[in-house]
């Protein structure tokens, strides 16, 4: 089975930019779908971003659209989420998550994603 791993995680300012990484480790990353959550401090856990396992399809929660891009490079077995324009309410822990091929459901859903990472922490300051 493959292990999400994240990093890229930090402190930023406000209107900062950051790029966290998921690689993977056991099984390739490249034949999964892969998604971004995220949970701040007494929130529940909320989607951010995802990509199908071509790159063909992309899906953004409205909070972060047209500020964070996902990318996926499968020769490099890494997902990597750029995130731009960074504003204190995106502060919270950063999970990567995989999805195999067999499952389908939405991408929006963490119950697509079988596989998940210890998550990283992204702290934005105002």
């Known amino acids: 089975q493959v292990q999400p791993v994240e990093s890229g995680g930090g402190l930023v300012q406000a209107g900062g930019s950051l790029r966290l990484s998921c690689a993977a480790s056991?099984?390739?990353?490249?034949?999964?779908?892969v998604g971004w959550f995220r949970q701040a401090p007494g929130k529940e856990r909320e989607f951010v971003a995802a990509?199908?396992?071509?790159?063909?399809?992309?899906y953004y929660a409205d909070s972060v659209k047209g500020r964070f891009t996902i990318s996926r490079d499968n020769a490099k077995n890494t997902v990597s989420l750029q995130m731009n324009s960074l504003k204190p309410e995106d502060t919270a822990v950063y999970y990567c998550?995989?999805?195999?091929?067999?499952?389908?459901?939405?991408?929006?859903?963490?119950?697509?994603?079988?596989?998940w990472g210890q998550g990283t922490q992204v702290t934005v300051s105002s």
């Open positions: 998550a995989a999805s195999s091929p067999l499952n389908s459901g939405s991408y929006y859903s963490d119950a697509r994603y079988s596989y």
């Open positions: 056991g099984r390739t990353l490249s034949m999964y779908a």
């Open positions: 990509v199908s396992w071509s790159g063909g399809n992309i």
